[in-house]
């Protein structure tokens, strides 16, 4: 045990985030992400929703302050009139650790697929929420 790290930052989830480096990124996946979108490296958070460990993982980890929008989320599908509920809890969290809030930009699910496969790791939760989905792009400590 170590002194103020919340302990839904397991080992292994420290270990990528202290490994991760200026503008990798870190996709935080809701209970229906889809394993082909995983890249090679997923932590598995079952049992948490994304809000806490967006939370515990902002103490720690900068959002990159050079690029417009840091935070990536999943767009709604066209013709989907469901408004994001978990978004604006999101951005609650991102206040309280970046001076401009998340800064994020929706973007379609399949580009989201894309890009997914690219980070650096996936934190694979139980998020029950439509549309929870993130990705974070680390900045500069």
Request: aromatic share 10%; net charge negative; proline share 9%.
């Amino acid at each position: 045990m170590l002194k103020g790290i919340p302990p839904i930052l397991t080992p292994e989830l420290l270990k990528v985030l202290m490994e991760m480096g200026h503008g990798d990124e870190l996709v935080l996946a809701d209970g229906n992400f889809p394993k082909f979108a995983h890249p090679a490296n997923v932590i598995r958070l079952d049992g948490h929703g994304i809000p806490e460990i967006l939370d515990a993982i902002l103490k720690f980890m900068p959002l990159d302050p050079y690029v417009e929008h840091p935070t990536i989320l999943m767009e709604v599908l066209p013709n989907d009139p469901y408004k994001p509920e978990i978004w604006p809890r999101y951005r609650e969290i991102g206040a309280k650790y970046e001076k401009d809030g998340l800064r994020e930009i929706a973007i379609n699910k399949f580009e989201f697929y894309e890009r997914a496969k690219k980070a650096y790791a996936v934190v694979a939760t139980s998020e029950a929420a439509l549309y929870a989905n993130m990705i974070l792009k680390k900045g500069v400590v």
